[in-house]
């Protein structure tokens, strides 16, 4: 049974929650139900939140997953498989905001918040129980707030441990609430197939299912050392998990392992020139969305996904850390180039900043020869200007002209022309 099929388990209709005081809160099907929020009328029908037939699906209602569409999956199938869905496009603005006010609602109850993304977090509410009542009671009270303050639903596991808090929340979906008490935790979590673990992929699962263990409590009782064996390290950690184990606690500050952007195209392209020019995009892009967040990184790696959906990546570690989108572009156009594609027919590219630490924590090494303003003013300049006037107020001039994208074509209907030599960084 796949980790994502398997069935809520029956609990006893009172359950002790003392000792439960790790939340996992999780929106129920997140960017789909904020989007319809100004579209009440698709309310209760299949609706895929996603861009283009090139696209992949960014979220859907619970109602076109019962068509089997899933989040990531590329847009041409989501529309074969649900063809009376509703496709909406994504509007990241009002994720941002929502998601801003349900952690502001959920540090008002407890400052050890630690968020996984924009639609879910853990919490721990130990210093919260005495003022707002049981972990039960102060998780029924967040999705009513959740409901009434955004009108959207979240799902929440109530258990002694991050690992099976998040394994309730999933099986508390849609709109519900799973408690898991203390003494229940080994045969909660046993019953359950190996795909619930956390850490087990596709791969692993294929791996563990060979070796007949099908069930967490398959794994329970395979001995360490066969699981070590087959499976390194992460045998050990299996086992650990499949009796409930998981010492790790809520962390409130989370800090940014990378930065990144990239662009499915509307059209194949295999013109090494106008990668290039879409590299060059993206790497602005990453350096502003890294200046923002008052990072810098030292790893750029790059995406590329082939006509045939084949994905490669590609990463160079810089001498020094940079927030420079010149500088991201540099190394990411050398991983390109170094590719040695001859009209490859490419679908998708992608810019990463990696390996990020805080930009005041972080020196920056001088240059005898460099001019008194170089390219990093110039970023903060843009900055300024697109702050005051908008994103597309500046930009380097390779990039003004016509595109085409995951949204479509241009007005003009064509990407831009570049003729003669490959065009310089900022040209």
Known sequence: M?????????????????GCTILHVDMDAFYASATLLSHPDLVGTPVIIGGGNRGVVLSATYEA???????????????????????????HGLYSRISGAVMATFRQITPYVEPLSLDEAFLDVSGAVRRLGSPATIAAAIRDTVADEQGITCSVGVAPTKF????????????????VPVEHVVPFVQQLPVGALWGVGDRTEEQLVRLGLTTVADIAHTPVATLRKALGEHGAALHDLAWGRDPRKVTPTRTEKSIGADETFAADIDDPREIHRRLL??????????????????????????????????????????????DI??????LFDALGLQRARIRLVGVRLEGLTDVSATPVQGLLDEPEHGWRDADLAMDRA????????????????????????SSEGRPLDLPGPPMGPYS
Do not use: N
Request: net charge positive.
């Open 164 to 179: 099976v808090a998040k394994l309730a929340s999933g099986l508390a979906k849609p709109d519900g609430m799973v408690v």
């Open 2 to 18: 796949s980790r994502r099929r398997f069935a809520r388990p029956e609990q006893p209709e009172h359950l002790d929650d003392t």
């Open 386 to 409: 697109r702050a005051r006037f908008g994103v597309g107020a500046v930009r380097p001039a390779s990039l003004v002209g016509p595109q085409t994208s995951r949204d479509g074509p």
């Open 281 to 326: 995009g993206l790497s602005l892009k990453v350096g502003g969305r890294t200046r923002d967040a008052g990072m810098t990184g030292r790893t750029v790696t790059i995406r590329v996904r082939f006509s045939d959906f084949t994905t490669i990546t590609r990463s160079r570690t810089l001498r020094e850390s940079t927030d420079v989108g010149r």
């Open 329 to 334: 572009y540099l190394a990411a156009k050398d």
């Open 65 to 91: 997953r019962e068509f089997g569409v899933t989040s990531a999956m590329p847009m041409s199938r989501a529309r074969r498989l649900c063809p009376q869905a509703t496709v909406l496009p994504p509007e």
